[in-house]
C-alpha cells in the first residue's frame, strides 16, 4: 500500500509450516521484494515459482518457471539473480556479453559516441559483486 494507507494491493504468497521455507525477502538494493506464490491453476499440479514486486508498487516480474518446481521438492526454490559482474576494462561488446551472460540488462551507456569499439569501461552502477532481481540493468561509463 502506499503511505497514506490507499491503494492497498495484495499478494497471495505460499504458506509453509515454520521453518520449511523461507519468507518474502527484500533485495540487496532495497527497491523490490522478492516471493514465490502458489500456481491455482489445474494444470500446475501445485507448482511454485518466484517473483518480484517493486516495494513502491509496479508489475510482478516471474522470476523463475520451472514446470517440476514445487514447495515439497525443496526448503528454499532457487532465485534466478542478476549477479552483477566485474566490467571494468572491458569493451562495450564484452560487457554486453557478460551482462546477459549473468542475467542482466545493459543500461545507459555514458561516454563518448565516436570510437565506442577501442573504449573500455571505467565505471559501472550498480557495482560488480551484487545479486540483483533478474533483468537488473547496468549502466556502463566508457573512456
Do not use: W
Amino acid at each position: 500500500m502506499s503511505s497514506s494507507g490507499g491503494h492497498v494491493r495484495t499478494i497471495h504468497t505460499t504458506t509453509y509450516k515454520e521453518g520449511q521455507s523461507p519468507q518474502p525477502v527484500f533485495t540487496a538494493n532495497g527497491k523490490s521484494i522478492i516471493f514465490d506464490t502458489s500456481n491455482t491453476d489445474s494444470a500446475s499440479n501445485g507448482n511454485t515459482d518466484l517473483y518480484s514486486v517493486p516495494v513502491h508498487g509496479g508489475p510482478l516480474t516471474q522470476l523463475t518457471d520451472d514446470p517440476n518446481d514445487s514447495a515439497e521438492a525443496h526448503e528454499a526454490p532457487p532465485v534466478t539473480l542478476c549477479s552483477v559482474p566485474d566490467l571494468t576494462g572491458q569493451t562495450l561488446a564484452k560487457a554486453k556479453q557478460l551482462l546477459q551472460r549473468n542475467a542482466c540488462l545493459r543500461g545507459n551507456v555514458y561516454g563518448p559516441k565516436n570510437g565506442r569499439s577501442k573504449l573500455h569501461v571505467v565505471h559501472q552502477n550498480p557495482t560488480a559483486n551484487q545479486n540483483l532481481p533478474r533483468g537488473t540493468r547496468v549502466d556502463i561509463q566508457l573512456k
